[in-house]
T-cell receptor
Framework: EPEVTQTPSHQVTQMGQEVILRCVPI?????FYWYRQILGQKVEFLVS????????KSEIFDDQFSVERPDGSNFTLKIRSTKLEDSAMYFC?????????????????FGPGTRLTVL | GIQVEQSPPDLILQEGANSTLRCNFS?????LQWFHQNPWGQLINLFY?????KQNGRLSATTVATERYSLLYISSSQTTDSGVYFC??????????WGAGTKLIIKP
């Protein structure tokens, strides 16, 4: 069964360093997402991506964050200068399509997550 | 923005018991998903349920979109059902808005 994969599973970094989190979405999916979950809290949306551009982003997704689809299979989240409060589990997700119609929507499938620890 | 409330926040049951988890949301949504977060932190898709009722083994879910709620039923609970259950309505066609979750503990 196709699945979303993420690497690394755990990343430890020093405050101020840049990190890149990697994801391989399900191969025929067109929409890609990043979410994060600070320990003990609920999951929060960061950004969605379609057709090589950002579709939607939250207030959390400020200038220190960027996303990229560098090739036909990978989808990355870069944090330019990490802060202590960036420590969280980061989840990548993908869906088949997100039609513009209000009444249509496709299921999002999630990867296992990357636990980022900023020291 | 849309508000999502899940109840109860915590639930402790004996193995074999049944339970009902509720999700209320404050606005019209495009769709809704239920997830189980296991003790290792992985998010497992349970149901994609914009409306109506679905069943998968011991689990079933019902969404009444016009009344803005969804229910997740777990029957004959097993210890492996322990974890946090999240409801996440779909918003603006792309974003999922997450509830705070129901933490379920099943005791042997």
């Amino acid at each position: 069964e196709p699945e979303v994969t993420q690497t690394p599973s755990h990343q430890v970094t020093q405050m101020g360093q840049e990190v890149i989190l990697r994801c391989v979405p399900i191969s025929n999916h067109l929409y890609f997402y990043w979410y994060r979950q600070i320990l003990g809290q609920k999951v929060e949306f960061l950004v969605s991506f379609y057709n090589n551009e950002i579709s939607e982003k939250s207030e959390i997704f400020d200038d220190q964050f960027s996303v990229e689809r560098p090739d036909g299979s990978n989808f990355t989240l870069k944090i330019r200068s990490t802060k202590l409060e960036d420590s969280a589990m980061y989840f990548c997700a993908s869906s088949d399509s997100g039609s513009g119609s209000f009444n249509s929507y496709n299921e999002q499938f999630f990867g296992p997550g990357t636990r980022l620890t900023v020291l | 923005g849309i508000q999502v409330e899940q109840s109860p926040p915590d639930l402790i049951l004996q193995e074999g018991a049944n339970s009902t988890l509720r999700c209320n949301f404050s606005d019209s949504v495009n769709n809704l998903q239920w997830f189980h977060q296991n003790p290792w932190g992985q998010l497992i898709n349970l149901f994609y349920i914009p409306s109506g009722t679905k069943q998968n083994g011991r689990l079933s879910a019902t969404t009444v979109a016009t009344e803005r709620y969804s229910l997740l039923y777990i029957s004959s609970s097993q210890t492996t059902d322990s974890g946090v259950y999240f409801c996440a309505p779909g918003y603006s066609n792309y974003q999922l808005i997450w509830g705070a979750g129901t933490k379920l503990i099943i005791k042997p």
